[in-house]
């Protein structure tokens, strides 16, 4: 089965703790992104990358970083999680210059 | 600045009606709209796109009517079922070089069997 697959589903913590999700994908592509969606469902992207270059959104804050073994797979690290990071945090891919991008299920983050 | 934006917020259509979805954007060097289909705990699925050489793309019950000059576009989805209650983005890409999608803020539609 090709996909985009993410883990965990579901994750709850307090203020200050790390967390990291994990998004792998199967379809070959060589591009991968996460995104921001809100309580009111809006998309925000945070990071695209592929093995060349790294595009950060300007706006997402220095806690956040993507971290990459290989093409298929790139994680998102929270340093210090604040109140305003719970969200689902969604991961895509696409091939590179190629705008047709295919999601995960996604991450649902809470912070107490 | 909302690059996109998607109306109605919210539409209620019942089961057989044809529901309309409307987006609009500002940028003019924007060539690829794709629309997205979310579920509840989902992430968002591709359902259909269009490229702004075209005016209509039909897949199934599912239509995009695209107005270059005017900056709009629609979905329209005929026979519209249960199954369709979802929210839908409208998004779009291909200004400046970057291959980045914007997304607007979805319309959530609900069919009434």
């Known amino acids: 089965e090709t996909a985009v697959f993410q883990t965990p589903n579901y994750h709850v913590t307090q203020v200050g703790n790390e967390v990291s999700f994990n998004c792998k994908q199967t379809l070959g592509h060589d591009t991968m992104y996460w995104y921001k969606q809100d309580s009111k469902k809006l998309l925000k992207i945070m990071f695209s990358y592929n093995n060349k270059q790294l595009i950060v959104n300007e706006t997402v804050p220095r806690r956040f970083s993507p971290q990459s073994s290989d093409k298929a797979h790139l994680n998102l690290r929270i340093k210090s999680v604040e109140p305003e990071d719970s969200a689902v945090y969604l991961c895509a891919s696409s091939f590179t210059g190629n705008a047709e991008q295919f999601f995960g299920p996604g991450t649902r983050l809470t912070v107490l | ?113």
């Open chain 2, 1 to 113: 600045q909302q690059q996109v934006r998607q109306s109605p917020q919210s539409l209620t259509v019942w089961e057989g009606e044809t529901a309309i979805l409307n987006c609009s954007y500002e940028d003019s060097t924007f060539n690829y709209f794709p629309w997205y289909q979310q579920f509840p705990g989902e992430g968002p699925a591709l359902l259909i796109s269009i490229r702004s050489v075209s005016d209509k793309k039909e897949d199934g019950r599912f239509t995009i009517f695209f107005n270059k000059r005017e900056k709009k576009l629609s979905l329209h989805i005929t026979d519209s079922q249960p199954g369709d209650s979802a929210t839908y983005f409208c998004a779009a890409s291909g200004s400046s070089g970057s291959w980045q999608l914007i997304f607007g803020s979805g319309t959530q539609l609900t069919v009434m069997p």
